[in-house]
């Protein structure tokens, strides 16, 4: 599964990183806002034993773009082609 394009576009700037909020991630992954908090969560029922990597500043979460793609990057390994639940010919 190979990224798209823009999650790969790297920030030309060497004294800060790209510093995203909830909402301009949900925009370069294609999800929904709320899918971008649920993967920062660490509650007993996610156990999402990988969140998504985030600062917090005060109330607000902000998203450094390399840390997300390097996790996305992780994640790859776990995602496992869907197979259909159908046979052929039956």
Not at 69 to 89: A, M, Q, Y
Request: one cysteine or more; charged letters at 30%.
């Amino acid at each position: 599964m190979a990224l798209h394009p823009i999650c790969t576009k790297r920030s030309n700037t060497h004294h800060m990183e790209e510093i995203l909020t909830p909402t301009q991630v949900a925009e370069r992954l294609q999800v929904k806002p709320s899918w971008v908090y649920e993967q920062t969560r660490e509650r007993a029922e996610v156990r999402n034993s990988d969140p998504l990597p985030h600062m917090k500043m005060g109330r607000y979460l902000r998203f450094d773009w390399k840390d997300v793609v390097d996790w996305l990057e992780r994640r790859k390994s776990d995602f496992k082609p869907r197979t259909p639940s159908h046979t052929e010919g039956n």
